[in-house]
């Protein structure tokens, strides 16, 4: 089993930054891929970002490349999101979530993901 707890979210302003986190325990931390999904309401949960257990592969949603960041630090067992200049749109529920396997490769699927933290929700304000 892995468990996933997030953190760092909160109420931003537009143009301002954010970076989440994401502890896990439980599984070899290095050979999962990781992502990032988030869930605005009244919407389904959509894709953000995701990286190789490695850490040298990562994707990202099209929408968000260049403003938001992923990384890890597998000896901290601990992913991140940074997220800068910040838009209303971005406003949602952030959820982490980690693959079984995955040292080398990535996925945009949630279908591809076993474990999901419980999320923290990110409000942007205008």
């Known amino acids: 089993q892995v468990q996933l707890v997030e953190s760092g979210g909160g109420l931003v302003q537009a143009g301002g930054s954010l970076r989440l986190s994401c502890a896990a325990s439980?599984?070899?931390?290095?050979?999962?891929?990781m992502g990032w999904f988030r869930q605005a309401p009244g919407k389904e949960r959509e894709f953000v970002a995701t990286?190789?257990?490695?850490?040298?592969?990562?994707n990202y949603a099209d929408s968000l490349k260049g403003r938001f960041t992923i990384s890890r630090d597998n000896a901290k067992n601990t992913e991140y999101l940074q997220m800068n200049n910040l838009k209303s749109g971005d406003t949602a529920v952030y959820y982490c979530?980690?693959?079984?396997?995955?040292?080398?490769?990535?996925?945009?699927?949630?279908?591809?993901?076993?474990?999901w933290g419980q999320g923290t929700q990110v409000t942007v304000s205008s």
């Open positions: 439980g599984r070899t931390f290095s050979s999962t891929a």
């Open positions: 990286i190789s257990g490695s850490g040298a592969f990562t």
């Open positions: 979530a980690a693959r079984r396997t995955g040292y080398v490769s990535t996925s945009v699927r949630s279908i591809d993901y076993s474990y």
